[in-house]
């Protein structure tokens, strides 16, 4: 397999292009031990060394450091290893292997921030910023029935009653009830923008108008 070109993309990394479209990213002395160069054939035994030894061992360090960090989704911890230039198969073997251990859990995740998040924003907005986290439908239709009690409509009523979440934004904004058109639309479309119901946001401006 010919290596076509070796490009560096930082002070210790460079990107190898093969022949075919595959690629990956090796660092300085992982290319001076393996004697790789640009234009020359890249053997069978180099190439699964590299796709089942090199790559795999580093991808599971990597996704241990970064879940050192913070908790991650699936979905984050592939596309932050995707970034750093992992193949897909080698990103697969790493978030498997974490997974195993019970690091990446996305049931655990969405369950994890929603206790947190549930008493400052609505359920709506909950559920959408965890499904662009990539997180799938059935789990957080898991997780909302369990945290809200019962689960139709991310919008429903429930425990959680949303007037009162509204009302504790609105007095740390200082709101009063005697606010402008203008001061209130613009409440209004924050509110609005975050999933609360209208009817809801009223409710909450008219309990606290002085």
Known sequence: MLIESIEPISKDRSRVRLEGGHEFVLYKGELRILKLKEDTDLSDDVYRNIMETVLPKRAK?????????????????????????????????????????????????????????????????????????GIAKEILDGVFAEVYGSYRDVREESSFNE????????????????????????????????????????????????
């Open 61 to 133: 360090l990597r996704a241990m450091n970064l879940l050192k960090a913070r908790a991650y989704t699936e979905y984050g911890l592939r596309k932050k290893l995707i970034e750093g230039g992992y193949p897909s198969s080698v990103c697969d073997e790493a978030i498997a292997y974490v997974k195993s251990y019970g690091y990446v859990n996305d049931r655990q995740y969405a369950l994890d921030y929603v206790n947190d998040q549930c008493t400052k924003r609505s359920k709506k907005e909950l559920y959408q910023k965890l499904s662009q986290k």
């Open 163 to 210: 007037t009162d979440v509204i009302v504790k934004t609105l007095k740390k904004r200082g709101f009063t009830g005697n606010e402008s058109y203008e001061e209130r639309q613009k409440l209004l479309a924050y509110f609005y923008r975050r999933g609360f119901e209208m009817d809801s946001v009223y409710k909450a401006m008219d309990s606290l108008k002085e």
